[in-house]
């Protein structure tokens, strides 16, 4: 059964403070992907990497950084917490595809993030 | 760009009646396009995908969607609601030949609530 487990189901922490969600995959997934979901946006990037040590951004990376350092670990990282930053915080992973881009994404259960 | 619209944040339905979820996009080329759902405290899971195959689709569930090109719509329904159907729904799209990567864009999601 394919996994991609989030280390914290809730967290909450204070205003400045330096955060980590962090995601492991069982899949040995090339491509990995940290989206937030807030009501009536639905799920927006963050950033993706598709191979260790790389990334890049999505459409939202302001004030969000990300580590990945071995292949089935992906690391999303608020480098100083505000309260805008309170969301659902999901992580997923895919194969790489070349050209055929087909193939779905597998999701975690999500980090409800609390700034206060 | 590629984009996902999801006509209606909220619909009801009784237990036994048609579920009728509306997904349009925009998109230069004809996407992949997938339904996703969530479950309270959930992450996201497939419910079907279109990728160029046969049109109609049947997913999990007893879902199924069709895709139309002249339309740009991939709605998604199921003849009889079940109580257990109660969820959000998330359309979502990515390009075929968008290198492997296989971003997913996602529409602003879809609560479907089921009444006795």
């Known amino acids: 059964d394919v996994k991609v487990t989030q280390s914290s189901r809730y967290l909450v922490k204070r205003t400045g403070e330096k955060v980590f969600l962090e995601c492991v995959q069982d899949?040995?997934?090339?491509?990995m992907f940290w989206y937030r979901q807030d009501p009536g946006l639905g799920l927006r990037l963050i950033y993706f990497?598709?191979?260790?040590?790389?990334?890049e951004k999505g459409d939202i990376p302001e004030g969000y950084s990300v580590s990945r350092e071995k292949k089935e670990r992906f690391s999303l990282i608020l480098e100083s917490a505000s309260t805008n930053q309170t969301s659902m915080y999901l992580c997923a992973s895919s194969p790489w595809q070349g050209t055929a881009a087909n193939t779905e994404a597998f999701f975690g259960q999500g980090t409800r993030l609390t700034v206060v | 760009a590629q984009s996902v619209t999801q006509l209606g944040s909220h619909v009801s339905v009784s237990e036994g009646a048609l579920v009728l979820l509306r997904c349009n996009y925009s998109s230069s080329v004809p996407p992949y396009l997938f339904w996703y759902v969530q479950y309270p405290n959930q992450g996201l899971q497939l419910l079907l995908k279109?990728?160029?195959?046969?049109?109609l689709v049947k997913g999990i569930n007893g879902f199924e969607a069709e895709f139309k090109k002249s339309e740009t719509s991939f709605h998604l329904t199921k003849p009889s609601a079940h109580m257990s159907d109660a969820a959000e729904y998330f359309c979502a799209v990515t390009l075929p030949g968008a290198g492997g990567y296989n971003k997913l864009i996602f529409g602003a999601g879809t609560r479907l609530a089921v009444h006795p």
């Open positions: 899949m040995d997934h090339e491509n």
């Open positions: 990497s598709y191979d260790v040590k790389m990334k």
């Open positions: 279109y990728t160029s195959a046969a049109t």
